[in-house]
């Protein structure tokens, strides 16, 4: 089974900064893509940003040239590194790893962790 950890979370003001990070464990031999969603009270989960096992990265315009998505394959860890935090960035972040590889074959699902609170407030 694979699970997914994050860390990072917490009260920051605005234009402040915090580091999310995501460990995937289990019988893991590759992840394809790990990425950061949020979901904010009342609102629907969105995707923040993906990155594939080769570098390949994407963001969401709310948060282009303000987070930035990286990923260590051999420790199956992606980080977010956020910056010029807005109140408008308050969510839960979850963190997914899509296209898994284990001891049983590819997964036919996404995996995803429980969630860390990231509140911007002054």
């Known amino acids: 089974q694979v699970q997914l950890v994050e860390s990072g979370g917490g009260l920051v003001q605005p234009g402040g900064s915090l580091r999310l990070s995501c460990v995937a464990s289990g019988s893991i031999f590759s992840i394809y893509a790990m990425g950061w969603y949020r979901q904010a009270p009342g609102k629907q989960r969105e995707k923040v940003a993906a990155i594939t096992s080769g570098g390949s990265s994407n963001y969401a315009d709310s948060v282009k040239g303000r987070f930035t998505i990286s990923r260590d394959n051999a420790k199956n860890t992606v980080y977010l590194q956020m910056n010029s935090l807005k109140p408008e960035d308050t969510a839960v972040y979850y963190c997914?790893?899509?296209?898994?590889?284990?001891?049983?074959?590819?997964?036919?699902?996404?995996?995803w962790g429980q969630g860390t609170q990231v509140t911007v407030s002054s």
């Open positions: 997914n790893a899509d296209r898994v590889v284990t001891t049983t074959g590819l997964s036919g699902y996404p995996y």
